[in-house]
Structures are given as structure tokens and as C-alpha cells.
């Protein structure tokens, strides 16, 4: 693998030198939070950030876009173009639990049969580049409970590591060595590497929050009439916020919008904590209450999505925790469910 | 890469009232390009997304069967807004098909067998596709006996009557038509689905039972079926989840870890039980 070293200051103007021949999405500041958001010319990069408010799943699976336009004919409404395209772009700086969820959600989009076109246009169009929590950023981190780490490339193109004076640049994949022009000439020594491995090690070590994720599993497969799933659901308010922030949660709709005689056809993220996202038409609905909603996310989570994939549909990185506003946190009922 | 969310253009070839009520028809479609038709070869048992632009799409069994060629046909009650929207259109009217979806009615596992085809209501469609693939010229020899119970409220909701006179002129085939209750016309049986299934009490010897239809009818068959001796592996239904994509992304279909719409509809008695009971 390809490493280099570049100046700890010389990440902004990477970014913007990228963002002349890239759409480059970056940490942007907004008021108190931090998004991905594209880097405009005089726009300013903010790395010095804990992690993004919101997923960057946005980059590959917007919260809405267009799948096709059509258009009305005398014979009715008629197909008039394919929406899926994509721009060559940079996703430069997300975390490694973001990362990850990447990976994870190929293994959805990207099965053998029935591609996810507008997702893998946008995946192979874009290189992620991931900077690594030297000091995990909140005390509700749990990456090391569900397969991830603080210190990791899975889901990435290029890793960036502080050591110290300099970051360590890891051209993981091929698509991040095509990028390697804008990380210099300085090839990374032994030493850097070593210095990496103590960080990474000393990272694990910072990640105090932990969870049974994988010792529920076998538990989750025999007790889906458990009396516990009454437990969780009381006070939830069914806003669906767990599962907008949520880095791997991929539910949407698709709908229909006409405007005069042109329409488009739109995906946007749908939730399987609203009532109506299960409910047919004749008025029968499959999940008749929010207990039933709980069980689907936390079964979806930490079974289903083993079942199908073999990895758990959760990367730790908290944010479920930090934004659910009655303060239902998943550790916790994954935990519970540890001792069932 | 081929986009799965993009529907085959279709035109709508032909629409046949199925019932007194007006609120479910048969649409035949044409594909405009004519090349497309080979791109949706089907299996009975799977369903389509008929797809109304401005208004979005309904998975639909399909309800015509593979050895019919130059169309697909569909039969919808009329429900919500696309349904709506389908049953006011009109022949020659341009809509899209996507699919087709889903896995089928398991033909392998039929061939050989004795099959009894159990059906209720509109959930009749697909098991009319499977009837007409099953008895289409030669296929007849792959198949045993083939017993057919089908049953509607009054005569006037039976789907596809010209057919059901057609099949029973048939001596290889074992046809009860029924109704809950019948008018000042109709000489044949009267009775609910699972009376008439114990009456004609099929034998479970190398027998497979196809059974679809409402909630109900499901649920007071299956026990005769039961009595009967059939197994759980030996009898098989189709589910319907809420659906939007159709190819297991949209996270809306899933009973546990199996996508109704990619995994089924179709299913044994044996593997639903294997599954969360939340359908
Ligand atoms: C595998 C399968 C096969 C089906 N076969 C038939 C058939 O042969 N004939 C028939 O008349 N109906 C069939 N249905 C039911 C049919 O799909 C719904 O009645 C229809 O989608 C209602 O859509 P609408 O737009 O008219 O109603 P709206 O209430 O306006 O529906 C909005 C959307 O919700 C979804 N939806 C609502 N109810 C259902 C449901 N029960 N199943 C799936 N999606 C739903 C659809 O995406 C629909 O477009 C089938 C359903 C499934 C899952
Ligand atoms: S479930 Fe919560 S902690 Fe896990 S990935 Fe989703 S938002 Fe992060
Ligand atoms: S964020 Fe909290 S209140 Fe909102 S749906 Fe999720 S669990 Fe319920
Ligand atoms: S309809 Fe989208 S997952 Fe089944």
C-alpha cells in the first residue's frame, strides 16, 4: 500500500485544491453543527470537528432524489429520462465509523441481483477519504462493540492518521491512489507506521462505551414474542429521527410529482418508526403499534441484517443516542436484551 | 448495468370487466417495444409493478401465464390511487411494467404431484396462471391429478368465467366452483371454501395444496388440510406486504429476515413458520 506524510495544515488546501477538478463534499460549520455539505469556492473546510451532526449517507443516498422524469403525451404519461448520474467527487474527512456504514450498505445496494443503480453511480463516481479518531470523539462512541474501530479503513479510499506532527496518509484501494498527487512526495517510513499502530491501539483503548452486539444474535433469534418488547417502545414518539441520523439505515419511498404536464418519480428516506410505513391499503398494518416498530429496528440491526449480510446494520457511532428526544438509547436496550 | 427502477414502456391492449361490482378488471398490456417481452419472461407466481407515472406504482400477480405470448395480464381491484387511476384508463393508453418480481410458484417441486389448487376471492389471479401453464399442451403430462376449488361471495364476483366453463369441459381436470351463496341462476355449488375442500377431500398422497385467497379463508382451510394428513411442506400460499421497490432495498416488505417481494410471495407453510409471525 502506498503511504505518504503530509503537513497536519496542509489538509484545507488539499480539499480546495481537489475542489477544482472535484465536487468535494467537507466537514462545513453551520451555526453549532457540522455537515457534509459541498465545498464551495470560498468556502472553508472544518476539520477540527468531533463528527458530522448527520450521516453522510446523504453523499450516496440523498434524502430525496430523482430516479426518472416523464412527461404527458396524448397517450398518457410516458418515460423521458433516466435521473441516474453522478459527478466525479471527494467525500474528504468523514469518520471511520462512517465509513464503515459504507460498506455495510453496499452489501444491500450492491447485491448480485437487483443493483441499486443511482447508489453504485454515486459510489463508484466518489472517493472517500477518512480522517481516524486519534481521541474518540464522544464518550457514547461504541465503533469497537460492532465490528469497527477508531482507527480504520473499512469503507474508505484513503486513511488519514495525526501522528503527531504529520498526518499518515494510507492509499487503501486503488481508487485512493489515483488521488495520490495531492498528498505530496514525502514517503511514509516504518516509523510512522509504528507511530500509527501505538495510536490506534491507545484509540481502542479510549472507547469506554461497550455493548453485547454480537452475544445478542442468538437471543434475538428465539425471543421475538419475549414480553421485554414491551419495554422500550413508551416513550417514543415515533419523530423518526433515530433513523434519519442513523449511518445505515436505508428505508425509503418512491412517490410521484406532477407539475403542469412534466412530473418526476422521487426516492426519499422513509422510516420504520411511522405508522403508516407498513399499512396497506384495506387498513391492515403488519406492525400495528410502536412496540412492533422497535422490535423491527433493533431485529433489523442486530438479526436480520446478520442473517442476510453476516454484519450487524450498526457501526456505533452514537448518534441515535445523542438525538432520540425522549432519550431511548440502543445500548441499553441491547444490553438488555443481552441478559434475556 | 441494467436499472431495475426504470418500467418497460406497455400499452394498455385490452380491459375485460371481471365482475358485477365493476371494481376489478383484467388489463392486458402490450410492450411497445416488442423486444422487451422476451426481457420479462415470467414463472407463475410472480407479480409486476404496474407503474402510472404521476400517480406510482402496485405490485400485482401477474395473472396471465407464460405460454400465452404477446401479452401480460393483470387483474386489479380497484383500491387506492394507482388502482383508481388503472381501472379509468383506457385501451391504448401508454403506462410502464416493471419485473417481473419475486420468486414463484415452485414448478420443480410440482412436477410429478397430485396438485389441489385452493382459491378465494381475487387472490385468485395468479393461481389462474398457474392452471393455464399447467394444462398448456404438453405441460399437462408433467403434472398428476389437478383438483381446483375456487370460491366467490356470489356468482357475480367469479373471475374469469368464460375460463371456469372452458376448464370445466376438461376431463383431466377436477373443477369445483363455488359460491357463499348463489342467485336465481346458478345451478352450481353453493358453500364456503373450507366446506367445499372438505367435501371433495383431496387425497394427500403425493399432493401438494396451492392455497391463496382473503385472511379468512386461509385460516379455516388450512385446518382441513391438516385433517386431510397434508404437511407443512406440502402446502404452499402466497403473502402481500406493502411494497415499493419490489427487489428488497426499501426495507418496507420484510417479514423477519426475508423480503416478501424479493424472497417471495411465495411460500411453504414450512418456511413461514421459520419466520416472525408479522404479515
Ligand atoms: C405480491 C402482491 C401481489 C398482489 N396482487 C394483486 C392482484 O393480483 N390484484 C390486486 O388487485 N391487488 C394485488 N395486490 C394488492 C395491491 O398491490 C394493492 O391493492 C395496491 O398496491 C394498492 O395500491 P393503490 O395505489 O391503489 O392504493 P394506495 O392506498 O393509494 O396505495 C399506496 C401505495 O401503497 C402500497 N400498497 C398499499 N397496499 C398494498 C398492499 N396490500 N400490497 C402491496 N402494496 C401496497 C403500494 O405501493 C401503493 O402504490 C398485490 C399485492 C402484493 C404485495
Ligand atoms: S443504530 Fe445508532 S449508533 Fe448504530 S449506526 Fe445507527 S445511529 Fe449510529
Ligand atoms: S428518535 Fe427516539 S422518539 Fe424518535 S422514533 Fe427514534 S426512538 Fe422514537
Ligand atoms: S418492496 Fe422494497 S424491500 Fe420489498
Keep these: 500500500m502506498e503511504k505518504r506524510l503530509i503537513k497536519k495544515d496542509a489538509l484545507a488546501g488539499i480539499a480546495k485544491k481537489m475542489a477544482e477538478e472535484f465536487l468535494v463534499w467537507a466537514p462545513i460549520k453551520k451555526e453549532d453543527n457540522v455537515l457534509f455539505e459541498p465545498l464551495q469556492k470560498d468556502g472553508e473546510p472544518f476539520f477540527a470537528y468531533l463528527n458530522s451532526k448527520n450521516a453522510p449517507k446523504n453523499v450516496f443516498f440523498p434524502h430525496t432524489e430523482a430516479l426518472m422524469k416523464f412527461t404527458r403525451t396524448e397517450k398518457g404519461m410516458v418515460f423521458s429520462s433516466d435521473e441516474n448520474k453522478a459527478d466525479s467527487s471527494v467525500l474528504f474527512g468523514v469518520r471511520p465509523c462512517d465509513a464503515h456504514s459504507f460498506a455495510l450498505l453496499d452489501k444491500l445496494f450492491d447485491q448480485e441481483k437487483y443493483q441499486d443503480a443511482y447508489y453504485i453511480t454515486k459510489r463508484q463516481n466518489t472517493t472517500v477519504i477518512s480522517i481516524a ?22 469503507g474508505a479510499d484513503i486513511l488519514l492518521t495525526d501522528i503527531g506532527s504529520d498526518y499518515l496518509v494510507e492509499l487503501v484501494t486503488p481508487k485512493g ?27 481502542i483503548e479510549a472507547i469506554k462505551s461497550k455493548i453485547p452486539a454480537h452475544e445478542v444474535k442468538p437471543i434475538l433469534d428465539k425471543n421475538f414474542d419475549n414480553p421485554f418488547w414491551n419495554t422500550i417502545h413508551g416513550k417514543c414518539l415515533a419523530c423518526g429521527t433515530c433513523t434519519y441520523m442513523c449511518p445505515t439505515c436505508h428505508c425509503f419511498d418512491i412517490s410521484d410529482e406532477v407539475k403542469g404536464g412534466d412530473g418526476v418519480r422521487i426516492r426519499s428516506w422513509d422510516s420504520c418508526m411511522f405508522p403508516m410505513f407498513t399499512k396497506e391499503t384495506s387498513g391492515h398494518n403488519p406492525r400495528v403499534s410502536q412496540k412492533e416498530r422497535w422490535r423491527q429496528r433493533t431485529m433489523h440491526k442486530f438479526k436480520y441484517y446478520v442473517d442476510n449480510f453476516n454484519a450487524i446494520a450498526c457501526v456505533g457511532c452514537g448518534r441515535c443516542v445523542m438525538s432520540c428526544p425522549v432519550n431511548i438509547d440502543i445500548r441499553k436496550v441491547v444490553e438488555d436484551i443481552s441478559k434475556l | 448495468m441494467q436499472n431495475p427502477y426504470i418500467p418497460y414502456p406497455v400499452v394498455v391492449d385490452k380491459i375485460i370487466t371481471e365482475v358485477d361490482t365493476k371494481d376489478i378488471k383484467t388489463f392486458r398490456f402490450k410492450f411497445v417495444n416488442p423486444e422487451d417481452e422476451a426481457k420479462y419472461a415470467y414463472i407463475p407466481g410472480q407479480f409486476g409493478e404496474l407503474s402510472i407515472y404521476g400517480k406510482g406504482e402496485s405490485p400485482i400477480g401477474i395473472a396471465s401465464s407464460p405460454t400465452q405470448k404477446g401479452y401480460v395480464e393483470f387483474t386489479v381491484q380497484k383500491a387506492g390511487v394507482v388502482t383508481q387511476a388503472l381501472h379509468e384508463m383506457e385501451e391504448g393508453t401508454l403506462m410502464g411494467l416493471r419485473g417481473p418480481l419475486g420468486n414463484s410458484w415452485p414448478l420443480e417441486f410440482l412436477e410429478g404431484k397430485n396438485i389441489v ?14 392452471i393455464n ?53 346458478w345451478t352450481g355449488r353453493e358453500g364456503f371454501v373450507p366446506a367445499v375442500c372438505k367435501d371433495v377431500a383431496p387425497s394427500k398422497e403425493n399432493a401438494v395444496a396451492v392455497i391463496c385467497g382473503p385472511p379468512v379463508m386461509i385460516r379455516f382451510t388450512l385446518p382441513v388440510f391438516f385433517d386431510l394428513g397434508f404437511s407443512k411442506e406440502n402446502i404452499i400460499t402466497s403473502l402481500e406486504m406493502r411494497m415499493k421497490c419490489g427487489i428488497g432495498k426499501c426495507g418496507r416488505c420484510n417479514v423477519g429476515s426475508k423480503y416478501v417481494c424479493k424472497d417471495g410471495p411465495v411460500f411453504s407453510l414450512a418456511e413461514l413458520d421459520k419466520l416472525t409471525p408479522e404479515y
Excluded at chain 1, 481521541?135 to 482507527?151: I, L
Excluded at chain 2, 389448487?117 to 398457474?130: D, K, N, Q
Excluded at chain 2, 398448456?136 to 374469469?160: E, H, Q, S, W
Design chain 1, 133 to 154: 479518531c486519534v481521541k474518540p470523539p464522544y464518550a457514547s462512541c461504541f465503533c469497537t462493540s460492532v465490528d469497527g474501530a477508531p482507527v480504520a479503513s473499512e
Design chain 1, 177 to 203: 491512489e489515483k488521488l495520490a498527487k495531492y498528498f505530496g512526495d514525502a514517503k511514509a517510513d516504518a516509523a510512522a507506521d509504528t507511530k500509527k499502530n501505538e495510536i490506534a491501539a491507545k484509540a
Design chain 2, 133 to 185: 401453464y399447467m394444462i398448456f399442451g404438453d405441460n399437462r403430462k408433467r403434472f398428476g391429478n389437478i383438483t381446483v376449488i375456487y370460491g366467490a361471495r356470489n356468482p357475480g364476483l367469479l373471475l374469469y368465467k368464460d375460463e371456469l366453463i372452458e376448464w370445466q369441459k376438461r376431463s383431466d381436470l377436477n373443477i369445483n366452483v363455488t359460491v357463499d351463496k348463489g342467485d336465481a341462476t
Design chain 2, 117 to 130: 389448487i385452493v382459491g378465494g376471492g381475487f387472490a385468485f389471479t395468479t393461481l389462474r396462471s398457474l
